[in-house]
Nanobody, 125 residues
Framework: QVQLVESGGGLVQAGGSLRLSCAAS????????MGWFRQAPGKERDFVAA????????YSADSVKGRFTISRDNAKNTVYLQMNSLKPEDTAVYYC??????????????????WGQGTQVTVSS
């Protein structure tokens, strides 16, 4: 099973940017469909963005379209989430998730079997 470690979270003012990284180990990243999710206090974990094994297909939640970009570097075993024009409502713990890419790209939380520990993103107004 792949192990995932997120980094890059922090405190930023509204309108600012952050780039999250998710480093994978234990298995080659290229076989995995990767996703980013977030969970605010008292709320459910929500889908943010996902990317297929090659990077050729990406998916984003409507709430982040045009502001967040997911990408991957399989040679570095790393997935990224570039977050621009951040809003206070983006405040959450952000999680990286993985599952073997079988060509079926649904983005439910339950569809992903491997998770990182999360990184906190706080956007101040």
């Amino acid at each position: 099973q792949v192990q995932l470690v997120e980094s890059g979270g922090g405190l930023v003012q509204a309108g600012g940017s952050l780039r999250l990284s998710c480093a994978a180990s234990g298995r080659p990243l290229r076989i995995y469909y990767m996703g980013w999710f977030r969970q605010a206090p008292g709320k459910e974990r929500d889908f943010v963005a996902a990317i297929n094994w090659s990077g050729g297909s990406t998916y984003s939640a409507d709430s982040v379209k045009g502001r967040f970009t997911i990408s991957r570097d399989n040679a570095k075993n790393t997935v990224y989430l570039q977050m621009n024009s951040l809003k206070p409502e983006d405040t959450a713990v952000y999680y990286c998730a993985a599952r073997p890419d079988n060509g079926v790209h649904n983005n439910y939380v339950s569809a992903f079997g491997s998770w990182g520990q999360g990184t906190q993103v706080t956007v101040s107004s």
